[in-house]
């Protein structure tokens, strides 16, 4: 079952890219690039939700639809 997860990145003075989520309290993924730090991103996503099975939905995730907008990041 796919879900859409809200990321925020930001560049970093170190020059690194920073993803957090508010969806899903403790995502801290970073990478050099914003595909590296995504690949990261879904990496620890999926860890923390393998950890939290068996608990109460502790995270609020939006099903996915038949269509939906996503940002394509090329670099020029």
Partial sequence: ME?????????LPEGVYLATSENIQGLVAQGLTITETLDTARDVVEK??????????????????NQFDYPLIVGI
């Fill in 3 to 11: 879900r859409i997860i809200n990321i925020h990145i930001g560049k």
């Fill in 48 to 65: 923390l939700i393998e950890a939290q099975q068996g608990e109460k939905e502790k995270f609020v995730l939006i099903p996915t639809e």
